[in-house]
C-alpha cells in the first residue's frame, strides 16, 4: 500500500515537473548586439524548452554624446531556437554603443 502511494507521488511530481517545463515560455538569452552600418543586429537564443514572444528594448548611445536612440521591438521564439533581428535605424551613424535588454513577457 505504501509503495503504490509513493509511486502515485513520484508520478505527480514528474508529471507536474514535465508540465511546468514545457508550458513555462522561452528563456531568452542575448548571443550578440551590434551596429552594421545603420543597421542594428540582434541575436536572440531561447534556452528553454517553451515558446512565446519577447519584447527587445533597444539603446543606442552616441560616441559623441547626446540623447540615445530607443527601439522596441517583438520577436517570437520557438523551443531551442536563435532568431536573428534587424532593425534599420534612421539617424544611426555606425558607431553607437548598443545596450539591449529582453523581457518576457512583453510590455
Known sequence: MIRAAVGIVVALVL?????????????????SARMRGVVLEIVVRNAGFGE???????R???????????RSEKATLRPRETVHVDQRIDGARGDERVEVEIDYPPR
Request: hydrophobic share 35%; aromatic share 6%; with cysteine.
Open 52 to 58: 512565446g514572444q519577447i519584447q527587445l528594448d533597444s
Open 15 to 31: 508529471g507536474g515537473v514535465l508540465w511546468v517545463r514545457g508550458c513555462s515560455g522561452p528563456r531568452p538569452e542575448l548571443v
Open 60 to 70: 543606442l548611445y552616441p560616441r559623441s554624446g547626446g540623447a540615445p536612440i530607443l
